[in-house]
């Protein structure tokens, strides 16, 4: 296939945000919209800008934006016009380049560019990097034969995606229902504090050392992000394990475990909390910034006590319980001081019984997601590998 070879900077413009005054931030949707980089992969926003602006610098939707610190994320942005906040940037494809062709083209440059990237606290993307980058283009009718036959699979994992979705939502649903409304107590449930249903210590996980190795792909370690998004099953692919014998006889995690985030940077993840499914993978431990309480299976449903730690009635609880400074943090004290609503043990179980039926459909659902997932990046690296 005939491709010929360019500049980043001479088949788009390159446009960089400006450092507009963060005294002028506000929460006030009226005011316009600032994109961080924080909000270039969700493509949306809730800081708001009250002072005066160049129209340069305004986005609108389909626009593309690079994050230029941390990850270097390239999404479209899909909200309302907003104004182009320093460290991110746009990217406007000149009239012979596909606008999707080459954000899926930059997307594997970008992941390149970071994995060689050094870094003490944060990576960063330099504009002299962007500019020197070079990329081999085919012709525009080749590029929009490629873009779209990696957007009708996209489709088909989105599709896949909210099917899953739609089962989260109707597991809450059933919680719900059973279990009424938390804040209220709408069914009288009885309110124990949480170190009524854990049986063992309460413990913080073990700072990794880098230089403490065991045999390569014998440990996984859960970090907080992993706690959060309940990621499991990704452990085993970490590209280095470690810890020592000790380690992973005291911090191996189990199912009936539940294991909090115990910092954030931001409040909205500080205890967060997860439980450790049956099948999680032999010989994964948890890290220092995890919390793990050991739950006696006689007086409670892991899968219940998951749920109850996502509502409002125990998420106000956490809030009120943590610590900010530079971070917000959670101890152990913290937790401990929580409480919560306790059902009968054999409506908990009918509620998990609900649980494993919607599961085994989910199931179906994330083998098709997988398996597109899989035709996606194999054309990938067909593509621009």
């Known amino acids: 296939m005939e ?19 963060s005294k002028k931030f506000s929460d006030n949707p009226n005011n316009i919209a600032l994109i ?17 602006y160049d129209n340069t610098y305004i986005v609108n939707a389909g626009d593309i934006l690079i994050g230029m610190d941390g990850e270097f994320n390239i999404a479209k942005w899909n909200s309302e016009p907003a104004l182009l906040n320093q460290r991110v ?18 997307s594997i440059e970008l992941k390149n560019i970071e994995a060689r990237t050094a870094f003490v606290t944060v990576k960063h993307l ?30 088909l994992m989105d599709e896949e995606q909210e099917q899953i979705n739609k089962y989260d939502t109707l597991i809450k649903s059933k919680f719900v229902e059973m279990f009424g409304d938390l804040m209220l107590n709408s069914k009288q449930w ?27 792909g014998n440990v996984s370690v859960l970090g907080v992000a992993y706690v959060v998004n309940r990621m499991y099953s990704q452990c085993m692919g970490l590209p280095k394990t470690y810890g020592t014998e000790k380690d992973i006889e005291k911090f191996q995690v189990r199912y009936g475990d539940l294991l909090f985030c115990r910092s954030s940077l931001v409040a909205e993840g ?17 890290e220092c910034h995890v919390i793990r309480l050991p739950l006696d299976l006689k007086k409670c449903v892991p899968e219940y006590m998951q749920m109850l730690t996502t509502t409002e009635y125990y998420r106000n609880q956490i809030l009120t319980h943590s610590k900010t400074a530079t971070m917000t943090t959670i101890g152990q004290d913290g937790i401990l001081k929580t ?35 899989l035709l996606f990046d194999s054309l990938m690296q067909q593509y621009f590998g």
């Not at 961080?36 to 005066?52: A, E, L, N, Q, W």
């Not at 500019?131 to 699979?153: D, F, G, R, T, Y």
């Not at 309110?191 to 403490?212: T, Y």
């Open 3 to 21: 491709r010929t070879q360019y500049k980043l900077k001479d088949i788009c413009n390159i446009q960089y945000g400006y450092a507009f005054d």
């Open 36 to 52: 961080r980089i924080r909000d270039v992969k969700t493509g949306k926003s809730h800081t708001y800008y009250s002072g005066d």
């Open 89 to 106: 940037c746009k990217i406007i494809p000149n009239k012979e380049v596909n606008a999707d062709y080459l954000q899926y083209y930059l």
């Open 126 to 155: 330099s504009a002299k990097e962007l500019n020197a980058l070079k990329l081999e283009i085919h012709s525009l009718k080749k590029q929009v034969e490629i873009a779209q036959k990696l957007k009708c699979i996209e489709n």
């Open 190 to 216: 009885k309110e124990v504090n949480i170190s009524e249903v854990i049986n063992g210590k309460i413990s913080n996980g073990f700072f990794a050392k880098r230089d403490a190795y065991i045999d390569e």
């Open 270 to 286: 500080i205890g967060k909390a997860s439980i450790v499914p049956k099948n999680v993978p032999c010989n994964t431990l948890f």
């Open 339 to 373: 409480n919560i609503l306790l059902p009968p043990l054999e409506l908990q179980k009918q509620f998990l019984q609900f649980i494993e039926q919607i599961n085994k459909l989910k199931a179906t659902q994330q083998k098709n997601l997988e398996k597109a997932q």
